[in-house]
Structure formats: structure tokens, C-alpha cells
């Protein structure tokens, strides 16, 4: 059997709906003839008699009605698939998949990503915390759009890595601590209080090191993590400064914890990393937008007090 065509089935149905192939003629904006040679043309493919005439008029068959039920299920599902490529090319529907290092997964990422999908409640989402080289691995494989790191992931031809944003390395102190009466920390000031940094490997840890190490000083780090949310919470707890960036205050800032700038400035570069082999959907592009727009704004809100300070 030879499975009919959509213009068939589409003449079909509006025949159904009018029985008349002078009307439906007129609604299809072709002749007559060319009903008649459609009915034709479909009874031959699907090997069954749709209608019969009788004085001039056309009567339906059963085999037609039961036709017409399957063919309405069909142009309901066409109609739906309509709908969501509509939506795709509006950024209204879809999937954004994103992985982000967990410092700006569990701050920044996820506070975009929540707003982003609040006003697209058609869209799903799916956010990955993952260390650098996961995440590389993940852009690669295809399993996420976009990727979010501070510094530039190095050389890779199978990526392109995007410079988002510039913000800097902040210290977080609980109100109560000594040193939160100055309004800019630097390593002299620092130099006999214990410090939270992370871990020494990190690109950031190394250049806080080296800023003390400019001026003679060597950092008090009896604490080290891997994560900015775990430096917040030590302190919170009055334990230490910690040298962070200054996401993980977005949001929901833990009770008791101030910000202050830290001088000589350490700068933190958001890249966004894409797999040059897929291009990202309309509605990761749209995320990407929104976020750098966010990221600019924060950015140039941290300056700002930075030269509120200075003045």
C-alpha cells in the first residue's frame, strides 16, 4: 500500500467536514476535478472505497469516518508539532542543558536559570556542578549547551571559550570579625588573621598568594576548599577572611557575613564554552544573553562601591 500524502489526507478531511466537493473545492482553492481525481487517487492508494454517490450527492463510507478519526489524530499532533517549533524559534520551549564550576553553579548560574525559567514555563532545564574538566568533557561529549568557568579552559579545538564577564576576588567576613570595620582589605591588613582560600591549585588561589607575596607576606590559609559555598559558611562562622569571588553573595547572603573589597585586584573572568561541532539552540543563545547581561550589571555594580569606597 502507498501511504497517502499530507495534501491528500488534508483534501480528505476538508471533504469530510463540507460533503460537498463543490465547496470543497472552493475551500481548497482548486477545481473540482481535481477533488475528484484526489478521492481517486486516495482510494487507489489505500486500497478501500471512501465514498459513494447517489443523485449527485456524496455519502461517506465506514471505512471513511474510521479514516477521518486517525487523520483528525494525526493533524492534532501536526498542529502540537507547530506549536513547539514555534515556541523553539521563540526561546519559549525546549531544553537548556547547562554545567557550570560549582562556585557559580550554586550562585549566579542557577539565580539566572530560575528567572529565565520563570518567565518560560514551557522550557526545561537541566544544571550540572561539575570541576573544569568534567565540564570541558561535557560540552565536548554534547551533553550539556553551554559551559560556565573562571579563567580560559587553555587551547581546544573542539570548543570556543567566550569572555562573559570580569569580576574580582572579594573578601567575605563575618560582621562581628575585626577587620570588618574596613571598608578594603589587603594583605597587610590580613597579614596576622587566618585566611579562607581555594585550594592552591585553583588560578585564583594562586594569584591571591602571589599579591601577598609581592608585599613580603605569606596568607595565614589554615583553611582551603574547593568550593566558594564552603569558604561562605567558615565564614559565617567567624573562623577566618574568606578570599572569594563575590557570586556567592548573590541572592541569599548568609545572616551575620559582610563584603569588602580586596586590594591589589584580582581579576575573575567568566568564560562561557560551546562545542564548535553543535551550534547552541536559539533558546541556549537567549540564556547566554540574559546572563551576560546579569554578569555586566553585577560587575559594574561591584565598581561602583568599589569607587564609592575610594572616594
Not at 57 to 69: C, F, N, V
Request: glycine share 6%.
Amino acid at each position: 500500500m502507498r501511504l497517502p500524502n499530507l495534501r491528500q489526507l488534508h483534501m480528505f478531511r476538508i471533504l469530510m467536514q463540507t460533503q460537498n466537493v463543490t465547496e470543497a473545492a472552493r475551500q481548497l482553492n482548486v477545481t473540482q476535478p481535481a477533488v475528484s481525481k484526489m478521492i481517486a487517487s486516495l482510494e487507489s492508494s489505500l486500497g478501500v472505497r471512501l465514498f459513494r454517490r447517489v443523485r449527485g450527492r456524496l455519502y461517506p463510507s465506514g471505512d471513511a469516518s474510521r479514516l477521518l478519526i486517525e487523520v483528525e489524530r494525526l493533524f492534532v499532533q501536526l498542529e502540537a508539532l507547530n506549536d513547539g517549533m514555534d515556541g523553539l524559534r521563540s526561546s519559549q520551549a525546549g531544553t537548556v542543558a547547562i554545567s557550570a564550576i560549582p562556585s557559580l553553579a550554586s550562585s549566579v548560574v542557577a539565580s539566572c536559570l530560575a528567572d529565565f525559567a520563570r518567565e518560560r514555563p514551557h522550557i526545561r532545564t537541566l544544571l550540572m556542578s561539575e570541576n573544569s574538566a568534567n565540564m570541558i568533557n561535557q560540552v565536548g561529549l554534547h551533553q550539556v549547551d553551554l559551559g560556565f568557568m573562571y579563567n580560559h579552559p587553555g587551547p581546544d579545538k573542539s570548543l570556543t571559550a567566550e569572555l562573559v564577564a570580569e569580576l574580582e576576588v572579594v573578601g567575605v567576613l563575618h560582621k562581628d570579625h575585626p577587620l570588618a570595620e574596613n571598608a578594603v582589605l589587603t594583605p597587610q591588613l590580613l597579614e596576622s588573621h587566618p585566611v579562607i582560600l581555594w585550594e592552591q591549585n585553583t588560578p585564583p588561589s594562586q594569584l591571591v598568594r602571589e599579591a601577598f607575596l609581592r608585599e613580603g607576606l605569606v596568607p595565614r590559609d589554615r583553611f582551603e576548599t574547593n568550593t566558594s559555598s564552603v569558604a561562605k559558611a567558615m565564614a559565617a562562622r567567624g573562623i577566618g577572611v574568606a578570599l572569594i569571588d563575590p557570586t556567592i553573595m548573590l541572592g541569599d547572603p548568609e545572616q551575620g557575613l559582610v563584603m569588602r573589597t580586596f586590594r591589589p585586584r584580582i581579576p575573575l573572568r567568566i568564560f562561557c564554552i560551546q562545542s564548535i561541532y553543535r551550534p547552541a539552540s536559539q533558546l541556549a543563545h537567549r540564556f547566554l544573553e540574559e546572563f551576560r547581561l546579569t554578569m555586566n550589571g553585577f560587575a559594574a555594580q561591584l565598581q561602583l562601591d568599589h569607587d564609592e569606597i575610594s572616594s
